[in-house]
């Protein structure tokens, strides 16, 4: 009897705690690629990228523009060829045998409390340096507070990428992360970190990006999970919507939240990622005419 009911428990526990049906959710390809050292300093300086006042002025999102080319642009980078109006090599140290651009598909649901999102893509082979030699694969995701932090409707996270970082072009010391100019915790003006390592005994992170990129205080994240199959990888994110930690964003509807997201394949580290360009999402709501925006509809 005792078992019984133990059993049932379990069962009903298991129901109301379970993750969406991901049949019912149509994937969104997302192209990640490789960035080199294109800072934030870099895209937004006209001589090295002809397209800043249209970023500036028309307010054009880089997805608008790079959606379709974004694996060319990471061939051209991974392989330490000249690019933008400068012909600046972004990669000074091409990696043999590393890819350009990593094909991700994307779905996300959310529900009363949670809101999930999963990830899918074939393991790259080869190619990097094993900087980091305990995590295979790393996947980070960061979004804002619903356009609290400035340009990250059109770049995503590139608002937190500089030059001066560890790996990047100038680097103020082997240390320095990613970082938010202007940023401001209480005002909202932070994006908001979840990261999935796949190292043995890792745990996952819940973390912000502030005046510095911190590792800990948030509340949200419940689960990160992966699975590697053969040659396939699956993430898996599970999030209160509500947050509640230091640098937790809380997740609401009517608003519409900007995020971006990396994978660090093949044991690698700093800026060796794929990146995702600027996307957007919110819970409900269509915004057919924004191609890079996802609507993430309710089970
Ligand atoms: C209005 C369209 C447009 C927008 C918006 C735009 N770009 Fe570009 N981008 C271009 C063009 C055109 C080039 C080719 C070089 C040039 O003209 O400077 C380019 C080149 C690049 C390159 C070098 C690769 C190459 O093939 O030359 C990178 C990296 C890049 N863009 C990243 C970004 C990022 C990140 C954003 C958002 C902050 C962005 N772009 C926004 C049009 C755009």
């Given at each position: 009897m005792k078992k019984l009911a133990m059993a049932m428990l379990v069962a009903l526990a298991g129901s109301a705690w379970a993750a969406p049906d991901w049949s019912k959710v149509a994937p969104r390809k997302v192209t990640l690629f490789y960035p080199g050292q294109a800072s934030l300093e870099w895209v937004m300086n006209k001589p090295d990228h002809s397209a800043v006042p249209d970023i500036v002025d028309k307010k054009r999102s880089c997805a608008k523009c790079h959606e379709g080319d974004a694996n060319e642009i990471g061939d051209k980078i991974v392989k330490g060829m000249a690019v933008g109006s400068s012909k600046s090599v972004l990669e000074p140290t091409p990696l043999k045998g590393k890819v350009g651009s990593l094909p991700v598909m994307m779905q996300t649901a959310y529900d009363a409390d949670k809101i999930y999102f999963r990830f899918e893509w074939t393991s790259p082979q080869g190619g990097d340096t094993?900087?980091?030699?305990?995590?295979?694969v790393k996947l980070t995701m960061m979004f804002d507070g619903g356009g609290t932090v400035d340009g990250s409707n059109q770049n995503g996270c590139w608002a937190?990428?500089?030059?001066?970082?560890?790996?990047?072009?100038?680097?103020?010391?082997?240390k320095k992360t990613k970082y938010l100019k202007d940023a401001d915790l209480a005002a909202g003006k932070f994006m908001d970190l979840m990261q999935y390592r796949s190292g043995k005994g890792e745990k996952p992170v819940d973390g912000f990006v502030a005046t510095s990129r911190e590792m800990e205080g948030g509340k949200g994240l419940q689960k990160a999970e992966g699975k590697k199959d053969g040659n396939k990888w699956v993430v898996t994110f599970e999030r209160s919507l509500s947050g509640g930690g230091k640098g937790d964003h809380a997740i609401v509807a009517g608003k519409t939240y900007n995020f971006g997201f990396a994978i660090h394949e093949d044991y690698s580290n700093a800026r060796f990622h794929y990146v995702s360009l600027g996307y957007q999402f919110g819970l409900?709501?269509?915004?057919?005419?924004?191609?890079n925006y996802i609507n993430v509809v309710k089970q």
């Open positions: 094993k900087a980091d030699p305990k995590n295979e937190t990428c500089h030059q001066d970082l560890r790996s990047m072009k100038a680097p103020k010391d082997d409900d709501k269509a915004v057919p005419e924004v191609k």
